[in-house]
């Protein structure tokens, strides 16, 4: 009874927190130009079954041209994200408004999101549109005295860290392939989080890029996330690969962040899928892109009208908290009091909390611990400090507030925060202790004396006869063969539909191709292909993690070159469109098939 008491309380458990359903939603950057595009992603965890799609609100600042859907399962709670590429259409303030769904009669919905669009390059006026194919492929820079173009500046009102990036990128664009990185403040003070992006621009294919993070003396650094955008340098659309980190000074004083690198291979090896398909007879090349290292003045906080309570934290935007596990105990019995700090950056290298003595009370060691995480491009923490007290007496107590400092480096002052008094009620305690009577167990004679037994012995009668079920059950080998025959005839079947469903993905993929009378049409096709066959969406991923996928399902380097070029021009065509090449649409739809036919003999 007890165990089918228990298997039902585990499922219950196992079911209330299925159905506990979260949104989220977060983009990858909050400042951006009109030539850069927007990631939103909105996170649905809990909800199973058919789903319907978050419900976008009115976005007139921004266009929707790509859409991504992925799950995945974790001990029975799956998770849901929807990824929506955007491009901006108007400077200035733009707001995501909240974002609904709906499961189960239940509406959800996510907090606004606010960002900042900018001009692009300040006093040029491009005689022509972005383009892909507007400088001949070389990884060096230009003769200067051939080629004659303004200089391109950003927006003066970009934030600096942006600004810094972009002014960097005009500077060297007249090279394909190059790393650039910047940090929003050079003399942070001690503890101040700072932002680090490091970008890689590119404008031609490359594979096997392996990128080396920077390293850095006198600094904590930790991952924000990362991102992908686009920028125009004098008629060019680049792509980049952006990764940012929280940096946080150590001790006053200098402070470097090392060179990052990328090492990446361009062109095509000999009798590769290339020169078959596309006739490049160029010879791959590995070249390797450095940023500038960077250099910081770490500053220390003032030390005129520093208050006792300043535990080291720098920031603004702080709460402070604190709360009793229970207002009413006796006398004897523990009361745990949580004190929480809360706010932007990274609270793991202050001090921890001093409580103040309380008289009645007995104060243990306080315990620290903390935790972050990232919201839209920016590191948030908490660190609670837990201490517990014990009563000696009965009677009504209040725990005093407790106070923590902050240095606010936008206004060079000290602010405190503290919380509110907590009120505790003492009974007198209602436990007796009942030690052992000695005088009961006085000894009657000399020698042992049994005071008491604590073990029940086993029955010592026949267990009955088992019954035919019981017996049965006993025929453990014919079970598992019983059971070996049901899983293998299962696993056959779905073997052979699963088998079916691979030669159908190329079959319709093929006949697509033949009736593809334009870009988009090959595009589809190809994507179509991908997704039925190989369960990989190409809806807004990346070229590389296309490729990272297409490798661990046994693709040849060979043929994930073809297929790079192949994505490259149909990607080309999106971002540059034309009037419509009846002829290069074939062609397009021919490489297409003869690819696809290599994925369909290497796939795994």
Known sequence: MKKILLSFLFLSLAVWSAAQVSVTARVDKTNLTLDDE????????????????????????????SREVLQSSVNGRTTTTFRYIMLPRFVGKATIGAIQFSHNGKTYKTEPISVNVYRNAQGVQNAQPASTTAKPASTGNYDSAAVKRPREKADPSLPPLERDLANQAYARGDENYFLVAAVSDKTPYVNEAVTLAVRFYYNRPFYDAPYQKPTVSNIFMEEIGSSQGTQSIGGVLYRYEEQRYQLTGAAPGKATVG???????????PLSALDRFFAVAAASKEETARST??????????????????????GTGYTLSAQADRTEVEAGEAVTLTVTVKGPGNLKPTADIQFPTLDGFKIYTP???????????????????????????????????????????ATRSYKTLQTEPVNITVTPSTKTDSGFDFGAAAAAAAG?????????????????????????STWQTLNWIMLTILALSVLFASVGRKSLAHKRAYTAAKNRLKKAFSTEAVADAVSGYLQQKMKISTGSMPLKSILTALTKRGITPATAEAFALLWQRLDAARFAPGAPDTQSAQELAHQALDILKLLEEEAK
Do not use: H
């Open 38 to 65: 927007l990631t939103l992603t909105v996170e649905v965890n809990g909800a199973s079954g058919n789903m319907v799609m978050p419900q976008l609100p009115s976005l007139p600042a921004f266009n929707v041209y």
């Open 259 to 269: 060179a990052a690198s990328v090492r990446y291979m361009t062109g095509s090896s």
């Open 293 to 314: 290292p960077i250099t910081l003045n770490i500053r220390p906080v003032p030390a005129a009208g520093k208050p006792n309570t300043f535990y080291g934290a720098v």
């Open 367 to 409: 315990q620290s611990a903390s935790n972050t995480s990232v919201s839209n491009g920016q590191i948030y923490s908490t660190k609670t400090f837990k201490t517990v007290l014990v009563p000696a007496a009965s009677g009504i107590y209040t725990l005093p507030a407790v106070k923590w400092s902050y240095f606010n480096p």
């Open 448 to 472: 042992i004396q049994t005071l008491g037994k604590d073990i029940a012995y086993l029955k010592q009668t026949l267990a009955p006869q088992p019954s035919v079920l019981a017996r049965l």
